[in-house]
């Protein structure tokens, strides 16, 4: 799996991983199994939060992680509620608890609060000085909120924002994006599938995605997957529950695309106007 620096971490990550929203729906047993197989297979950029399954999600992964911690890059998240000087550490304390490990590699605010953000970043700073995470970062931040966290921080303290961005939904690219390469932020994208909702193959764009996969004996998830990833700050974290999902987003590492086929695929699913803000799950 290609690995790529994230942001100023000085630390190279897969530019795929494994997302886990939802993974407690599936059965324990398979959910552990697609996680270690993700793992085997290079994806291991781990993406998860305190939130998913109030937890039950972060004990998953401890399961799965156990005797391997070290091939991993574990990302978790603090609910803004929580997202206090104070409540980052208590929250931070009880994700590593149940992911059964000694730190996070990056700590992320799950979405902006009503907490200060000064709080929150010295929280953060705190855990990074006792050596309980590696790096923070921010999700579902818009540039006027990346403004305000690089003012309190300055931006090379960001390692990353954590964005929702798939072919259907594009808006990160007007501002967002800009912003963070500008900076050496790096770009998490999430449900880079649309959250389930990928492009039928009988839409137009489904079938240029089964066109250029037809090409290079891939799956049109491979093709998207290989779209969101094409500039060097971007990575993107799947969500699989099932062993020949995450095999199918695993062999995506080894495609390249033509300057060409990434111009039929931006064509196919444009951009789109700027908006305020950016869009949220
Ligand atoms: P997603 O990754 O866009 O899509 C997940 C869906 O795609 C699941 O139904 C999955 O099926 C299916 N799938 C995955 N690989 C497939 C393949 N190769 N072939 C066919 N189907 C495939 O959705 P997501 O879970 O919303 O987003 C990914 C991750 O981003 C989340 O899990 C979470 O870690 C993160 N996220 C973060 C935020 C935030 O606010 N920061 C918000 C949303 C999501 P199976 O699971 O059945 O295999």
């Known amino acids: 799996m290609e690995l790529r620096p994230l942001g100023r971490t000085g630390v190279d990550v897969p530019a795929i991983g494994q997302g886990t929203w939802e993974l407690d729906?599936?059965?324990?047993?398979?959910?552990?199994?697609?996680?270690?197989?993700?793992?085997?297979?290079?994806?291991?950029?781990?993406?998860?939060?305190?939130?998913?399954?109030?937890?039950?999600?972060?004990?998953?992964?401890?399961?799965?992680?156990?005797?391997?911690r070290d091939q991993v890059y574990l990302v978790s998240k603090v609910l803004p509620r929580n997202a206090t000087t104070a409540g980052v550490a208590t929250a931070c304390a009880r994700s590593l608890r149940r992911l059964r490990t000694g730190h996070l590699d990056c700590y992320l605010l799950h979405w902006p609060g009503s907490h200060p953000l000064e709080g929150t970043i010295a929280g953060f700073e705190r855990l990074r000085a006792e050596g309980k995470i590696r790096a923070w970062g921010l999700s579902n931040f818009d540039v006027d909120e990346l403004e305000a966290a690089a003012a309190i921080a300055g931006a090379e303290s960001i390692a990353c924002n954590q964005v929702l961005y798939h072919l259907a939904e594009r808006t990160i690219e007007h501002e967002v994006l800009p912003w963070c390469e500008a900076r050496g932020v790096a770009v998490v994208g999430y449900s880079p599938f649309g959250s389930g909702r990928f492009p039928a193959?009988?839409?137009?764009?489904?079938?240029?995605?089964?066109?250029?996969?037809?090409?290079?004996?891939?799956?049109?998830?491979?093709?998207?997957?290989?779209?969101l990833l094409r500039r060097p700050s971007l990575f993107a974290i799947p969500k699989a529950g099932r062993i020949p999902h995450v095999e199918d987003n695993a062999a995506a590492g080894a495609l390249a695309l033509s300057a060409t086929e990434l111009a039929r695929i931006d064509a196919a699913f444009p951009r789109g106007r700027q908006r305020r803000g950016v869009p949220m799950l």
């Open 25 to 68: 729906a599936h059965d324990r047993r398979t959910a552990v199994a697609a996680l270690r197989r993700g793992v085997d297979l290079g994806l291991g950029h781990i993406d998860t939060a305190e939130m998913y399954g109030d937890g039950t999600v972060e004990e998953i992964i401890g399961e799965a992680i156990r005797g391997r």
């Open 201 to 227: 193959p009988s839409s137009r764009g489904g079938r240029v995605l089964a066109e250029i996969a037809a090409t290079h004996g891939a799956s049109p998830r491979q093709v998207a997957l290989r779209f």
